[in-house]
């Protein structure tokens, strides 16, 4: 009975010190559910996981870039771009370690609803993994990441001269992706929900 009273008053406290932080990604998901932001996901130094029922977009792109996040080691990744993208039933998380309280999970939500869905305009994703079933349309493989006519304007963080692959649209379903972080021009996020979860079994997958 003892350790479990100090274990809730380790998670009250967990709790005070995440209001500020929580209230204000909060705000800003607010924002961003209409339309008024630029959005730019990271978490310092962690890949985090996303999963998506469909992403359905226009003008694809796909390269090899390296990043640093968090400032640490530089990381290889492929960068999937998008001039716009539909996407249905989106979930983002990342797992976090807490001091005295273990791991914790925070997690994101949002275009639960088909006929609502998540809108993004000149979308990047740096990825690590991606499983996912992919249709293309008009696709070129094996293009000089120089000549890229495809994707959002200007294509940013190539490494000259590497692979890439370019498609006039792509639609990604059952979509799983571990990723060093996203940024959009525009991020509708409809249905916004952030919630915080003790332990690793509230992860997107």
């Given at each position: 009975m003892e350790s479990q009273a100090r274990g809730g008053t380790r998670w009250r406290?967990?709790?005070l010190v995440m209001v500020p932080s929580v209230a204000a990604t909060a705000a800003i998901g607010i924002a961003l559910a209409q339309g008024a932001l630029a959005a730019?996901?990271?978490v310092s130094?962690?890949?985090?996981k996303v999963s998506v029922d469909t992403l359905d977009g226009n003008g694809f792109n796909q390269?090899?870039?390296?990043v640093t996040p968090g400032g640490g080691s530089p990381r290889a990744v492929a960068v999937s771009a998008f001039d716009n993208a539909v996407i249905d039933n989106l979930c983002q998380s990342v797992v976090i370690p807490a001091p005295f309280i273990g791991d914790v999970t925070v997690r994101i939500t949002a275009g639960t609803d088909p006929r609502n869905p998540v809108r993004a305009e000149n979308l990047f994703i740096d990825l690590a993994q991606l499983d996912a079933d992919a249709t293309f349309e008009n696709i070129d493989i094996g293009v000089n990441v120089?000549?890229?006519t495809r994707g959002p304007d200007p294509v940013r963080d190539t490494l000259p001269g590497s692979f890439a692959q370019q498609a006039e649209g792509v639609l990604l379903e059952d979509v799983e992706q571990?990723?060093?972080?996203?940024?959009?021009g525009t991020f509708e996020l409809t249905d916004l929900?952030?919630?915080l979860h003790r332990g690793t079994g509230e992860e997107c997958f």
């Open positions: 406290r967990f709790g730019s996901f990271s130094g962690q890949e985090f390269y090899g870039s390296v120089d000549t890229l571990v990723a060093w972080g996203t940024s959009a929900s952030l919630s």
